[in-house]
């Protein structure tokens, strides 16, 4: 089974989806139905996903209907809060097997306070409680001011799913920042935590300025800069977890904040549809997927075991030829961040929008 060889790389398979209707249902997409036969061992969500999920479903209609009085905040929260925690449910057997390492889901903080520390730590804490389950993580935003949270929520004991990561240089500091809280942490290692570092969404944004420039040089390195950039964050993994700093947490019980590779659903039709599932694996990686790309790995994905780390010295060539084609990845990547925080908050405010017309409806 591929999947099955996925996981023997190393790498875990999530699923970046969920609904009340998943939940609940039984057929071939649904949540018991791939836990027990894709391979899946987790689930992540982000705005996007449960505005999908609640928009206009009737599996929703009768808690908005009881809540008429409240808020549409409360309204939203109670909603997602809920579906997280019986997912979690789902997962607490491959939970309890795994060790806490898998068996996780994930809630994010609400995207509109990416840039304020304090509400986010405060949030956290919140959905941590209300929740109310071992297997949660909490999502937060590897923006600046989501650094010094992550730092403070890894050292309260709470699991951190740290979220929007897209250049090396930053994830170096989301690293810095775990590292920090478990040195607080009383018992170190009952917390877990995942780095989420975006994938395909580089692809996108550098094509675009290689196909603008047009040259043979530029059409060379089409589909390469995604690749490459995580295959350096994962060589960046190696290296802090077995730094001496690190090594004194291990001797505290503590565990590797694992890389996890999101935004692995394929955009540019041209290429292969699993390439960000098979040419991402090595030991101790997540790989978050939507569906249609699950459904794609075990229909036809090859799978090569680790595909990581020999390819780190071609993942450096491929930033020195992007150099000398005048893109800068930093500049990519700090657009991408900016982006993918406004997106989000977007998302979020639709989702609110929604759910108060289904109010008043």
């Known amino acids: 089974m591929i999947v099955a060889d996925v996981a023997k790389g190393g790498t875990s398979i999530w699923l970046d989806d969920l609904s009340r209707a998943k939940i609940s249902g039984t057929d071939a997409h649904s949540l018991p139905s791939r836990i027990s036969q894709s391979g899946v061992v987790g689930v992540t969500t982000n705005p996007s996903i449960f505005g999908a999920a609640i928009a206009g479903a009737k599996e929703y209609a009768a808690d908005i209907a009881a809540m ?18 019986s997912a979690c ?9 795994t060790k806490g390492v898998d068996g996780r889901v994930s809630i994010e903080v609400d995207p509109r306070l990416a840039h304020d520390t304090e509400a986010t730590i405060v949030q956290g804490k919140e959905l941590w409680s209300i929740i109310d389950r071992p297997n949660l993580m909490i999502k937060v935003p590897a923006t600046l001011e989501g650094l010094p949270a992550i730092t403070a ?28 809280g478990i040195e607080q942490a009383t018992n170190p290692g009952h917390v877990h935590s995942v780095a989420s570092f975006f994938v395909s969404r580089i692809d996108s944004a550098v094509d ?14 089409l589909g390469k800069a995604a690749i490459a950039n995580a295959h350096l964050a994962y060589q960046l993994f190696e ?17 590797r904040q694992r890389p996890l590779w ?8 041209a290429y292969d549809d699993t390439r960000y599932v098979v040419e991402l694996i090595a030991p101790d990686t997540v ?45 990519v990547t700090t657009d991408l961040e900016i982006d993918g925080v406004k997106k989000f908050a977007q998302a979020w405010n639709e989702l609110l929008e929604n759910v108060k017309a289904a109010q008043q409806g």
């Open 262 to 269: 999101a935004s692995t659903g394929v955009k540019d039709p």
């Open 68 to 85: 008429k009085n409240a808020t549409v905040d409360e309204v939203v929260k109670k909603l997602t809060t809920d579906d997280v925690r």
């Open 287 to 331: 790989n978050t997927m939507p569906q249609a790309t699950l459904d794609a790995v075990m229909d036809h994905g090859v799978v090569r075991g680790d595909t990581i780390t020999a390819n780190y010295a071609a993942a450096v060539d491929v930033f020195k030829a992007l150099s000398a084609l005048n893109i800068s990845l930093d500049a």
């Open 239 to 255: 290296e802090k977890f077995s730094s001496q700093r690190w090594n004194k947490q291990v001797e505290r019980g503590a565990l």
């Open 153 to 180: 929520l890894i050292a309260a004991g709470i699991s951190v799913n740290v979220t929007l990561i897209f250049s090396v240089k930053r994830y170096g500091a989301v690293i810095d920042a775990y590292m920090s």
């Open 89 to 97: 449910e789902l997962f607490k057997d491959i939970y309890s097997a």
């Open 208 to 221: 675009a300025l290689l196909k603008k420039d047009g040259s043979e040089a530029a059409t060379a390195l």
